[in-house]
Nanobody, 114 residues
């Protein structure tokens, strides 16, 4: 059984930084893309960033230049370094992994105070 365990969320002041991690455990093979999504209260879940197996990345316009996605393939872990955080970044952040099947993490809360 495959599990995605996210960590690194918390409360931070505007301008601060957080680093999210998502570790994939269990029998999973040939991970293709890895993603971070977020969902703020009353809003739809949105794609924040993704990274392919080859290391190509893409970001939502709202986080470009502030967030960096990376992955450790041997450890089946994806990271999201978040700098210059803003109150509008407050949301539950979810990782998503695409292999033969698609897997979601349970989410980690990020709260940015003004």
């Amino acid at each position: 059984q495959v599990h995605l365990v996210e960590s690194g969320g918390g409360l931070v002041q505007a301008g601060g930084s957080l680093r999210l991690s998502c570790a994939v455990s269990g029998s999973i093979f040939n991970i293709n893309s890895m993603h971070w999504y977020r969902q703020a209260p009353g809003k739809q879940r949105e794609l924040v960033a993704h990274i392919t197996s080859g290391g190509s990345t893409n970001y939502a316009d709202s986080v470009k230049g502030r967030f960096t996605i990376s992955r450790d393939n041997p450890e089946n872990t994806v990271y999201l370094q978040m700098n210059s955080l803003k109150p509008e970044d407050t949301a539950v952040y979810y990782c998503r992994v695409v292999a033969i099947l698609v897997y979601w993490g349970q989410g980690t809360q990020v709260t940015v105070s003004s």
